[in-house]
């Protein structure tokens, strides 16, 4: 079943081409940093990949991006609010919907890389109960560092 927050509706998709303009039209310079998901679609059909998008009046405000990973680690490959939305506490509805995901399927730990520079999305992850777990140097392809975060399933 859906579920509501702060207006938001919150259902599982299987649309990569809704997820990927989300994501391109509400944060550019992130998207860069990202793998271009040539084969998203077909993640989502087969399962390994799941996403959960936010919907406000019927039209997408977030998605969240999940790789489901061998030995029980789940992975957020992409998480975006629209801009005009962002402080409404869909960000955090979105990861909690990937926690009880997670939790459901019996996954064990929930990472996440952060651009080193994303200061605000740092602080929106340790605000959610996620960790830092160490920095590695020259992790995207554009050179930048990224901060890996981890929150328990359990
Ligand atoms: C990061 C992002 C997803 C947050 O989504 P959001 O819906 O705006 O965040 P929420 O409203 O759910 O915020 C949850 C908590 O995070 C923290 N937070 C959110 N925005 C913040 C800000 N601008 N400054 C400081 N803390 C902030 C707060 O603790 C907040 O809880 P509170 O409102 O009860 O204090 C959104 O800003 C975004 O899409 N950014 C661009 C893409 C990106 O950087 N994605 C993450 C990389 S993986």
């Known amino acids: 079943m859906p579920s509501t927050s702060d207006e938001a509706v919150i259902q599982q998709s ?10 391109r039209d509400n944060d550019p310079d992130g998207f860069t940093h990202w793998t271009v998901f040539d084969n998203l679609q077909e993640g989502l059909d087969s399962g390994r990949w799941v996403a959960f998008i936010a919907f406000k009046s019927g039209l997408p405000i ?18 975006i609010v629209s ?21 459901e399927h019996d996954h064990r730990v929930l990472f996440v890389d952060v651009d080193y520079d994303n200061t605000l999305a740092l602080q929106f992850y340790l605000a959610l109960g996620f960790t830092n777990a160490g920095i590695v140097t020259n992790y995207y392809s554009d050179g930048s560092g990224a901060v890996f975060l981890t929150r328990p399933l359990s």
Do not use: C, N, P, Q
């Open 14 to 23: 299987f649309d990569a081409s809704l997820i990927l303009s989300l994501a």
């Open 62 to 79: 977030g998605a969240i991006l999940l790789e489901t990973e061998e030995e029980g680690r789940l992975w957020i490959d992409l998480l």
């Open 83 to 103: 801009k005009k939305h962002r402080g409404m506490h869909v960000g955090r509805s979105l990861v909690e919907h990937a926690v009880t995901y997670g939790m």
